[in-house]
C-alpha cells in the first residue's frame, strides 16, 4: 500500500503598494460625506411615485452620516493583484433613513427609521490616476446594527406609537430593512461624492 501526502501552501499575494499616509488618505476621502444624503428616485422630473391609490412618497434620505466615525487601523492589502484598503466605521449617534409622504386628503409628513448604533466596513480599491493615489468605493458591508425604531410624523400620536410598537413587537423586520438598504444606499453616496 503506497500513501501519497501533498502540503498546499498559501502564497501571499503580491502587488504594488504606493508609499501613501494611508489614514490622512482615508481621512480626507471621509471628510467629503455629507452629514445627509438624498437619494434620486428613477425619474428626476417627478418628486413623488405613488405607492397606493391617493398615498404618494418622495426620495429616500441618509441622514446622521456625519456622526460614523473611522475606527480602529486602516488596513491595506492585496487584493487580486491590486491594493486595497479596509476600513471600520462606527456610530457617535443615530443613523436615519426617511421617506417624505403625502396622502390625497391633505396630510404629509415623514416616514423614518432610526439606528442608534451602527458600525460597518468600507472597502477601497485604490488606483493612480495621473501620479496621484485615489480611494474607489467598492464595498459596503454592515458589521453590527442595533436599537433601531420607526416613526411616522404628520399622521398623528396614534399612527406614531403604532409604528413605533411595530418596530418593538417586530425588530427583526426592522434590522432586515437597514441590513439590506444601508449597504448599497452608502455605496451609492460614496460613488457619487467621489465624481
Not at 413623488?48 to 487601523?73: C, I, P, Q, W
Not at 425604531?149 to 409604528?163: E, L
Request: net charge neutral; glycine share 8%; proline share 6%.
Amino acid at each position: 500500500m503506497c500513501f501519497l501526502a501533498a502540503t498546499v501552501v498559501a502564497i501571499p499575494e503580491k502587488c504594488h503598494i504606493p508609499d501613501e499616509d494611508w489614514e490622512e488618505l482615508v481621512d480626507q476621502f471621509l471628510a467629503k460625506i455629507p452629514n445627509e444624503y438624498t437619494f434620486p428616485g428613477p425619474n428626476e422630473a417627478t418628486k413623488h411615485n405613488e405607492v397606493l391609490a391617493g398615498f404618494t412618497v418622495g426620495d429616500m434620505s441618509l441622514s446622521g452620516l456625519s456622526y460614523l466615525k473611522r475606527y480602529g487601523t486602516v488596513r491595506v492589502y492585496c487584493k487580486n493583484g491590486k491594493p486595497h484598503v479596509d476600513i471600520s466605521m462606527g456610530s457617535q449617534a443615530p443613523v436615519k433613513m426617511s421617506i417624505p409622504w403625502k396622502y390625497c386628503g391633505g396630510k404629509s409628513g415623514l416616514l423614518g427609521t432610526q439606528a442608534n448604533h451602527v458600525k460597518i466596513c468600507i472597502g477601497f480599491d485604490v488606483e493612480e490616476v495621473g501620479g496621484k493615489v485615489a480611494l474607489k468605493p467598492v464595498r459596503v458591508s454592515p458589521k453590527w446594527i442595533e436599537s433601531m425604531d420607526i416613526k411616522v410624523d404628520g399622521a398623528g400620536d396614534v399612527v406614531n406609537t403604532v409604528a413605533h410598537l411595530m418596530g418593538k413587537l417586530m425588530p427583526a423586520f426592522v434590522k432586515d430593512f437597514w441590513i439590506e438598504n444601508l449597504p448599497w444606499r452608502m455605496h451609492k453616496m460614496l460613488e457619487q461624492i467621489t465624481k
